[in-house]
């Protein structure tokens, strides 16, 4: 569904994605791990067309979706939850969502989205600014479905959040999964990753260099956490 060839990025004389291979089954979920500042949020943003990328190519489906613009890509069935949520403090959970909308007839309307996510229902007339870090999280993720994506590309979503909360965001991330989105998981959080991923990858110094099914990761960990992970 989304595959990722020989991708290359620079920022100025940085070379930071060398050669980033990845190519995701359709309805998955391919979680992305790696340790801080070898570009895994930069390949996310290369692949939204946010960083312009230097070499390699991507394609959605049989789509070509190399060096398009961030509106065409999104337009193209790909989501982005950023690093950090990027909630409109000053909006509502409502407006917040509606932000997101594209097209009438998504798949997502805004009464599923509120059945998906209880605590935003509850929430639903507050601001950004009054919302939890996983009431964030959730909404960031509900901005990103109203658009009716394909491919969906989450960046560190349980980050901050509290052993409950990343519970309920994995429960979420594989209600998506059987409606059919395809995700892109990036995580520093193992426990999430082992716990909703098809298939782990791991980057190193802007390349993947590992690839397993979780089961066949736990069997390895010992060896390939310090390798690869763990400072
Ligand atoms: N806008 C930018 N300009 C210059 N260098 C950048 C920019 N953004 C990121 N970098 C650098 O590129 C490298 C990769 O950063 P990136 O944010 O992609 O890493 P990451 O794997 O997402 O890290 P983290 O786990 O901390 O989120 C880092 O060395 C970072 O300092
Ligand atoms: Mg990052």
Known sequence: MLRIEGMNTHYGASHVLQGVD??????RISAVLGRNGVGKTTMVKTIMGLVVQSGGRVHVGSTDITGWPP?????????YVPEGRLIFPDLTVIENIQVGERKAGSAWPLAR???LFPSLRERAANRGSQLSGGEQQMLAIARALVSDP??????????????????????????????????????Q??????????????????RMVYRATPAVFRAEEETIRPRFLTV
């Open 113 to 115: 989205l509120l059945e």
């Open 22 to 27: 990845l190519d995701m089954p359709q309805g």
């Open 150 to 187: 394909k491919v969906m590309l989450l960046d560190e979503p349980s980050q901050g959040l509290a052993p409950l909360v990343v519970r309920e965001l994995a429960r979420v991330i594989r209600l998506l999964r059987e409606e059919g989105v395809t995700i892109l998981l990036v995580e």
């Open 189 to 206: 959080n193992m426990k999430l990753a082992e716990a909703v991923a098809d298939e782990l990858h791991i980057m190193v110094k802007g």
């Open 71 to 79: 509106h065409r890509v999104a337009r193209e069935g790909v989501a």
